[in-house]
């Protein structure tokens, strides 16, 4: 089977809001998220995605514990790392510092501000409202501290407008081809998880990009399922959805990839090995 067949796996395995009050199984220490990882692994997942945690589950941008998730990963298993670079501030700092001292394979960028929300319809209101900002200063402050650790950028756009900001930084050679895409989709202020929102952004990315969707909350299987059909990856994990097609909360990110796996084959598809995936991908 060709590589375009192939589907890389993501696994998020934590993300940083989510708690153990809303899903017990959410890991927060290196050793927690390390072995969380290897559960996605062993279930199919060649990348994972990682937000650092302090130990009672608050945010955490220190370096000493992205390297101890690093250590703790490798000393488990070969899965490509993603380190999160998002933050709510314009100071970019501790996310360079990480990812020049311990250089993963690939780091995530948001590509732009958004107004960032969840509303219950139960409630009525909002659960959190937020402002997420990222300027193109602070794109590029972190897109020029990949370049210089040798770090493969992944632009995470939440609508059509993200995803139609590369041009400048293309022309100042601060991003280069081939180039990663994640479409996030589902979220309170970016773009629907809709199968035409979908095949829109996947449109508007140049010739020879790879691409995933992340779909958040239980919408997420349906458009990980149109994502196959387009010839897209996908990603899933305990940061964008706890729940498994049928309703139930998964016990594991393992869990949770071993359905995607299962669903990337019923397509007719095969889930990419580490080797093809870092093919796929460009990583030297």
């Keep these: 089977m060709a590589l375009a067949d192939k589907v890389i796996i993501t696994c998020a395995v934590s993300g940083v809001l989510a708690n153990r009050s809303q899903c017990p199984a959410i890991p927060y220490t290196p050793v927690e ?8 692994y062993d279930a199919g997942a060649t990348v994972v995605h990682i937000h650092a945690r302090t130990d009672d589950g608050g945010p955490s941008f220190e370096t000493s514990v992205f390297r101890r998730i690093h250590d703790e990963v490798r000393a488990r298993c070969p899965v490509i790392l993603n380190f999160s670079t998002g933050n709510l501030s314009d100071d970019t700092s501790q996310q360079q510092e990480y990812i020049r001292e311990i250089r993963p ?8 501000s958004m107004n960032y929300a969840k509303y219950s319809k139960s409630r009525k209101s909002f659960v959190f409202d937020m402002i997420f900002p990222n300027t193109f200063g602070k794109i590029i402050s972190l897109l020029k501290a990949m370049q210089e650790a040798g770090v493969k950028p992944e632009l995470e756009c ?6 139609n900001s590369i041009e400048p930084l293309l022309h100042m050679g601060v991003l280069a081809p081939p180039i990663q895409f994640s479409f996030i989709m589902g979220v309170m202020g970016g773009i629907p998880a809709r199968v035409d929102a979908l095949k829109l952004q996947r449109d508007l990315i140049p010739q020879g990009s790879t691409w995933e969707v992340i779909g958040i909350g239980r919408k997420q299987w349906q458009i990980v399922g149109s ?7 996908i990603r899933v994990g305990l940061e964008d959805n706890f729940y498994l097609p049928d309703g139930r909360m998964a016990s594991s990110n ?15 598809r095969e889930v990419a090995t580490i080797e093809e995936a870092r093919a796929m ?3 030297v």
Excluded: P, W
Aim: aromatic share 2%; charged share 20%; hydrophobic share 45%.
């Design 33 to 40: 998220i390390a072995d969380e990882c290897k559960r996605a």
């Design 281 to 283: 991908l460009s990583l």
């Design 227 to 233: 994502a196959l059909v387009l010839g897209g990856n």
């Design 158 to 163: 939440f609508d059509t407008g993200h995803t």
């Design 254 to 268: 393992g869990e949770l990839v071993a359905q995607a796996a299962s669903l990337t084959r019923d397509i007719g």
């Design 105 to 112: 394979e690939i780091a995530a960028l948001n590509m732009g």
